[in-house]
């Protein structure tokens, strides 16, 4: 939850105090932007990286040594982690997850690596996962990790189930990736006697709920011209009466 005015107040004089346990000062303007800068992160996770700080750093407290020391920061995985990711997505039979960061590298790194040049593509990868991660992390982005399907669809179930198991997947929006299931002989849709079977009984309940439709369409149709007759008759009887009620007479 993105930190509040109040959260943000309290956390300026953490921030303060964090500076001057580790010996340095730091300038209200400063130290606002600072809190500017972090306001999209929790307030507990601010908490939890300051308090990293204290203990881990000596003399000037920096945006990045917050930012390195947020939890989140952690969710991305190192160069060489990444790198794997893209080796593995060179077999189109696999399906890999990955982040935008590392969808990002691989772009940069695979015209290299379509020349046969493993070791510059790799170097060329890790300068530019770097980067994309630096910028995730200054502008307070945690991972966000999606899939790249590949051919083999027993794989692609595997990758995706594994990655909602762990969390980095929304079972609700990639449950339509999964490869539909098999379905036994012995089940409508599973050989074409079944389908036929199948069909002819949706074709039965089709007939009689057309049927059913049309007899009560019928019905209607048959009151409204009953009324409308009776409403004719009752105003030609109007019609043939005086003004004192006398019908008539020619």
């Not at 908490?47 to 020391?69: F, H, K, M, P, V």
């Not at 991972?143 to 051919?151: K, T, V, Y």
């Not at 980095?168 to 449950?175: D, G, R, S």
């Not at 009151?223 to 019609?239: F, G, I, N, P, S």
């Amino acid at each position: 939850m993105p930190l509040t005015r109040q959260d943000a107040e309290e956390l300026l004089e953490q921030l303060y105090a964090t500076a001057e346990v580790l010996g340095s000062e730091i300038k209200p303007a400063a130290a606002t932007l600072m809190i500017r800068d972090l306001r999209d992160h929790g307030r507990g996770e601010v908490e939890q990286a300051l308090a990293r700080c204290r203990s881990e750093i000596n003399g000037r407290l920096t945006l990045a040594s917050i930012l390195d020391r947020m939890p989140s920061a952690n969710a991305h995985l190192t160069p060489n982690e990444a790198w794997s990711v893209v080796l593995e997505a060179q077999d189109e039979q696999r399906t890999i997850l990955w982040t935008d960061e590392i969808a990002a590298a691989a772009g940069v790194a695979r015209p290299i690596l379509d020349e046969g040049d493993k070791v510059g593509a790799r170097m060329a990868f890790i300068a530019a996962y770097e980067r994309e991660v630096t910028n995730a992390k200054t502008e307070g982005r945690a991972p966000r990790w999606w899939p790249s399907l590949g051919d083999n669809k027993e794989l692609r179930r595997e990758a995706i189930e594994k990655g909602i198991e762990k969390g980095l997947l929304p079972a609700p929006k990639v449950e339509h990736l999964l490869p539909a299931p098999e379905r036994p002989q012995d089940e409508p849709g599973g050989n074409p006697e079944n389908v036929k079977a199948a069909l002819d009984q949706l074709r039965s309940i089709l007939d009689e709920s057309n049927s059913k439709a049309r007899r009560e369409r019928e019905e209607r149709e048959s009151e409204l011209e009953r009324r409308r007759q009776k409403m004719l008759d009752e105003a030609e009887k109007r019609m043939s009466e005086d003004p004192n009620g006398k019908r008539r007479t020619a």
